[in-house]
């Protein structure tokens, strides 16, 4: 897949998503918006379009990062606890830092998300059976005694209900003054781009980065602490999008190979390309109401997930 098509695809997708909504808004229309329709372009759809695109690049990159770093395709923030971990950290800052901002509990959501991985990458260290399809499940065993730690105590806290609201991603909230920690994704992609050749290395193995004078667990540090920071911004802001960082990043890998300053710029545009495409069929498919992000891309990635494990020889 050439990239001027995902671009395309890009810039085509971004247009319709902002003259999508219950405000009838035309693109013939965009030089003569009433005083009402720019409010609604500027306050709600910009800010929606931005979260999402954001969201998809950050998601679909660390999912390539924690495929390179753990060796195995079927690796990702979904599969490994950490947006299980990211959503635990979100809740002890709700119980512990009631009154604090958003910035404190993407601080205590992103320790407890680091926290997770780290616990996973040890889990994967002492596991001697390296099957593909067994690595994550693993995590997902993992993800899910501490969904299940979370839930506990969110029920013991009467905080079920504001839980719940992280617990599937949901776009409909995104507007002026909601979204804007997802920003801090850009320089955490930045940063990805310059370790792109050390973090490919360093997925060949530490024996064979040390060989060539790297330091393999700085390098690990690194990547998983973008991986860590990434989604516990997204999964704060916009909620948990199961799949995303699974699949897109598998898809990209399978026509332009395992380097992965190559697959950047893909992943980063597919990663945004598929979540607007299912933001967008989310919306119109029972418009005027919408159906949330988080089971749109949950029903879509789950039937690929399916798919290549399937084909899982393919992917070993």
């Known amino acids: 897949m050439k990239l001027i098509y995902l671009i395309l695809a890009f810039i085509i997708l971004s247009i319709t998503s902002l003259f999508i909504g219950v405000q009838d808004i035309s693109p013939l229309e965009i030089f003569q918006l009433s005083e009402e329709q720019l409010h609604v372009l500027m306050v709600s759809r910009f800010p929606r379009l931005m979260a999402i695109i954001l969201a998809g690049i950050g998601m679909g990159i660390a999912g390539l990062i924690m495929q390179q770093l753990t060796r195995n395709k079927f690796v990702s923030p979904t599969t490994a606890g950490t947006e299980d971990s990211a959503r635990f950290g979100i809740l002890v800052s709700m119980m512990l830092f009631s009154g604090s901002g958003q910035l404190v509990r993407v601080l205590v959501a992103f320790f407890f998300a680091l926290l997770g991985t780290f616990i996973f990458m040890r889990i994967l260290?002492?596991?001697?059976?390296?099957?593909?399809?067994?690595?994550?499940?693993?995590?997902?065993?993992?993800?899910?005694?501490?969904?299940?730690?979370?839930?506990?105590?969110?029920?013991?806290?009467?905080?079920?209900?504001?839980?719940?609201?992280?617990?599937?991603?949901n776009f409909s909230m995104m507007i002026q003054g909601r979204y804007e920690l997802l920003y801090i994704s850009i320089p955490l992609i930045i940063i990805a781009y310059l370790y792109a050749n050390k973090f490919t290395i360093a997925g060949m193995g530490e024996e064979f980065a040390v060989n060539l004078g790297l330091n393999h667990k700085h390098i690990t540090n690194v990547g998983l602490t973008i991986v860590a920071l990434i989604t516990s911004i997204v999964v704060l802001t916009v909620g948990m999008i199961p799949f995303l960082g699974l699949i897109i990043p598998n898809i990209v890998t399978m026509?332009?190979?395992?380097?992965?300053?190559?697959?950047?710029?893909?992943?980063?545009?597919?990663?945004?390309?598929?979540?607007?495409?299912?933001?967008?069929?989310?919306?119109?498919?029972?418009?005027?109401?919408?159906?949330?992000?988080?089971?749109?891309?949950?029903v879509i990635g789950s039937g690929i997930f399916l798919y290549m494990i399937m084909r899982r020889k393919a992917y070993e």
């Open 125 to 169: 260290e002492k596991v001697k059976f390296k099957d593909a399809i067994f690595i994550p499940l693993v995590g997902m065993m993992f993800g899910s005694i501490v969904g299940s730690i979370t839930t506990f105590f969110a029920y013991k806290e009467d905080l079920i209900q504001n839980m719940s609201s992280w617990l599937q991603g």
């Open 255 to 298: 026509y332009r190979g395992d380097h992965l300053q190559k697959s950047l710029s893909h992943t980063a545009l597919l990663g945004a390309v598929f979540l607007l495409a299912c933001d967008i069929l989310g919306r119109v498919i029972i418009y005027p109401y919408e159906i949330p992000i988080g089971m749109t891309v949950g």
